[in-house]
């Protein structure tokens, strides 16, 4: 059985970092596309990065470019995703998810997503 297990959250000021870890049993993410999206209370869910496969190409939402960097951990069988210079706007709760078919041309497309995690809160405030 396939699950996803998010981990790293909490809360931070605005300006500070945060490592978030999706973990995987059942499947090897290395071979894997994953994605991360989060939900802010009251706003649609959103793509925020994501890892494919096939080109080892990485996936960047606007406005955490430069901020956000996703990482496989192959011998750990997870996917970081790191973030700094943290917003009150990057409020979520931050979920992990894996793909089968390929990211592009829509990486965000949270329908194209099988398995997700159960989320981690992230709460930037002062």
Do not use: H
Request: hydrophobic share 30%; with cysteine; glycine share 12%.
């Amino acid at each position: 059985q396939v699950q996803l297990v998010e981990s790293g959250g909490g809360l931070v000021q605005p300006g500070g970092s945060l490592t978030l870890s999706c973990a995987a049993s059942g499947l090897d993410l290395e071979n894997i596309n994953i994605g991360w999206f989060r939900q802010a209370p009251g706003k649609e869910r959103e793509g925020v990065s994501a890892i494919s496969v096939r080109d080892r190409g990485t996936y960047y939402e606007g406005s955490v470019k430069g901020r956000f960097n996703i990482l496989r951990d192959n011998a750990k069988n997870t996917v970081t995703l790191q973030m700094i210079l943290l917003k009150p706007k990057d409020t979520a709760v931050y979920y992990c998810a894996e793909r089968r078919s390929d990211l592009w041309p829509t990486p965000w497309e949270g329908s194209e997503y099988d398995y997700w995690g159960q989320g981690t809160q992230v709460t930037v405030s002062s």
